[in-house]
């Protein structure tokens, strides 16, 4: 496949006429700071010295809510949703957020394959930014996540001295450059030799959490007094799911304005709610905040890769950045790895 | 399993419309609906098994999963036997024949009907428990599949008599196909109740049927479940040919939504049915 440059000035260029043709989502800076990825129309400044999104962008294929289809309460007469339209291009997504999407990708498909997600999968073109500078926060490496690497990206840029380094991983990834061609000059032998050292780098520098002996820890421990001291601190707000990149719950709600009609929606849902498993009658299989946390990382550290062969967590850090009563799940690897090896 | 699915528009989350074409008042809060989907060719391509789940949508309130209590062996029609508990069972209560609702599936695991053959069976249930057993009754009493299995014990039981679901099958239609013995109980004395009375486990361990060549099928409140479960293992029931259906609150019903998981298996995709030695491999979250 192809590697070409393109200069930095270059990029607004580029991006602008993307989106001219294509549904663009970028990363942008937004007030206080905060960098979410949005759709761009072009002419607004995408950002590009950013760590991460605060929020990950598995939303553009799962969005935070998401209309399936339009009904009658009248006749039950049913219109699906519209197909999303066109080409699109996800830029900017980092490495850990690629690989979450590569995470989730089982999810929505398999024997009950999700038309709604993989329709916009199979539209967009993902190109990666690699992590060259990872911050302290950051663990992909923990789960396999190469910082700079190209693992489900179609197209992967890595910012040089004065130029970023794009390489086509996938036909798709390939087309993009070849639409755009005219912002890209070719590249040498020595913008890849910079590439690989600027790459090597930034494995050395992510942190690589020793996980060794907690997967089995959690196969034959479900009970663990640890899980309770954790939850004791938990306020079970939820925000761990909100910006977590594999996370995939869903609650399915009617809404109506009054009249006939009315729309069924998915929305994100999350396993810290105490709704989440509570029954009509009462029920609830996960009662508490105990529950309800062991739920959330042993769905990160088992159970995703128990049905997926695949990591529920790829080390972005964000819920660790976010949590307001700093449950930090790099300590919580830490810690079970202590339990793991002294039994407590 | 998705091949088979029936839903709309290629979108397995997006129910058939159907109408209900009758509505049986079992008991004070529970009531039978049958539905027929408006589209026969989705109709005749439902093919469920007994023991699947299915969703039930009305329109503006939501969904509910809800076992299929009629046999594969009756065509036409699906039924669904639906206890008033919570805010889409209530508004599912105030339907008429004539609404229209959404239905999709089958989903899920199904009783586990092809190794029972050749077997006796002993059905114990409880309440509203007794719905997802059905499906399995009728499928075996069907004459069709009759001679397929051996003697059929029903065991069933409820806090009162208007709490008895099923009162045709019960008192008139199952006690009278060959080699089938029905045993009815009831929680408290009632002036109008000939039969016995007790709890059912209790009652289970007073007819003491035999383990031999034998699959206990149960259903019921948690607690029912538990005694019955210490009572089969009593009469010497191995726990492979113990067979329960579990209830979850779900969403997708198709193993996205996350929120019917025991450890790492989902509800809706790799049960409800599991028989009593792969419950005990899970982790004690249901």
């Known amino acids: 496949m192809t590697a070409m440059l393109i200069d930095n000035g270059n990029i607004t260029k580029f991006l602008d006429s993307v989106a001219r043709d294509r549904l663009l989502v970028a990363p942008v800076r937004e007030e206080d700071n905060v960098v979410m990825f949005r759709h761009v129309t072009g ?3 995408v950002c590009l010295d950013y760590l991460n999104a605060s929020v990950s962008p598995r939303e553009m294929f799962f969005p935070a809510t998401e209309k399936m289809f339009a009904f009658s309460t009248a006749d039950g007469g049913l219109q699906p949703a519209e197909p999303a339209k066109g080409k699109r291009v996800l830029f900017g ?19 009950f394959p999700d038309p709604l997600y993989l329709d916009k999968r199979e539209k ?17 490496a923990t789960f396999g996540v190469d910082p700079a690497g190209a693992e489900g990206a179609d197209l992967l840029l890595t910012q040089l001295e004065s130029c970023y380094l794009a390489e086509a991983i996938t036909p798709k990834g390939n087309d993009l450059l070849e639409a755009y061609r005219q912002f890209f000059s070719t590249a040498s032998g020595g913008h890849a030799a910079e590439k690989n050292r600027l790459a090597g780098a930034a494995a050395q520098k992510v942190n690589k959490l020793d996980t060794g002996g907690i997967k089995e820890l959690l196969d034959e421990n479900f009970e663990l007094p640890y899980w309770e001291e954790l939850a004791l601190k938990c306020l079970n707000c939820g925000i761990c799911t909100y910006i977590c990149p594999t996370c995939h719950c869903f609650n399915i709600m009617d809404f109506t304005r ?18 989440f498993t509570r029954m009509a009658g009462g029920h609830n299989p996960r009662p508490t905040r105990k529950e309800r946390l062991r739920n959330r990382f042993m769905h990160k550290l088992k159970y995703h890769l128990d049905r997926y062969n695949l990591p529920g967590c790829v080390g972005c850090g964000r819920c660790a950045g976010a949590c307001p009563a700093n ?14 090896q002294n039994g407590r | 399993m998705g091949g088979n699915c029936a839903c709309a528009a290629g979108n397995p989350l997006m129910p058939h419309t159907a109408t209900i074409t009758s509505v049986t008042e079992e008991t004070g809060d529970v009531k039978t609906f049958q539905m027929v989907f408006d589209d026969p060719a989705v109709m005749e391509n439902f093919r469920q098994k007994p023991g699947q789940v299915a969703q039930i949508s009305v329109f503006g309130m939501g969904e509910s999963t809800i076992s299929i209590t009629s046999s594969p062996t009756r065509k036409g029609f699906l039924e669904f036997s639906v206890k008033r508990v919570g805010r889409l069972t209530t508004v599912l209560h105030n339907l008429e024949p004539g609404c229209k609702v ?3 599936g089958p989903y899920g695991n199904h009783f586990p009907y092809e190794i029972m053959k050749g077997r006796d069976l002993l059905f114990v249930g409880g309440g509203i428990g007794l719905a997802p057993l059905r499906s399995l009754i009728d499928f075996v009493l069907a004459e069709e599949n009759r001679d397929d299995y051996g003697k059929v014990e029903i065991v069933y039981g409820a806090r009162s008599l208007d709490d008895l679901c099923f009162k045709n099958g019960l008192m008139k239609r199952w006690p009278n196909i060959k080699n089938t013995s029905v045993y009815t109980t009831i929680d408290r004395e009632d002036p109008a109740w000939q039969g016995h009375v007790g709890f059912v486990p209790a009652y289970l361990e007073e007819i003491a049927p035999g383990a031999d060549n034998k699959y206990a099928i149960t259903c019921g409140p948690p ?24 209830e979850m609150k779900m969403k997708c019903g198709i193993g996205k939504c996350g929120r019917c998981n025991i450890g790492s298996k989902f509800v809706c995709l790799d049960g409800p049915v599991f028989s009593l030695n792969q419950l005990k491999e899970l982790p004690p979250e249901f």
């Open chain 1, 124 to 140: 967009t073109t993902i190109v990666a930014l690699a992590c060259t500078n990872p911050s302290h926060r950051c663990f992909c």
């Open chain 1, 258 to 275: 009054g009249g006939t009609g009315g729309v069924r929606c998915r929305t994100w849902d999350s396993c810290m709610f105490m709704n």
């Open chain 1, 327 to 340: 449950i930090d799940i790099r300590q919580i690897i830490k810690e079970l790895r202590e339990v793991a």
């Open chain 2, 223 to 246: 607690i029912m479940i538990k005694f019955v479960l210490s009572a089969l293992e009593k009469l010497g029931f191995p726990d492979h040919r113990v067979i329960t259906t579990l």
């Open chain 1, 43 to 45: 002419g607004e400044p």
């Open chain 2, 102 to 104: 959404g239905v999709r």
């Open chain 1, 93 to 111: 997504a980092r490495p850990c957020d690629v690989k979450a999407i590569l995470s989730i990708d089982p999810v929505f498909s398999g024997d």
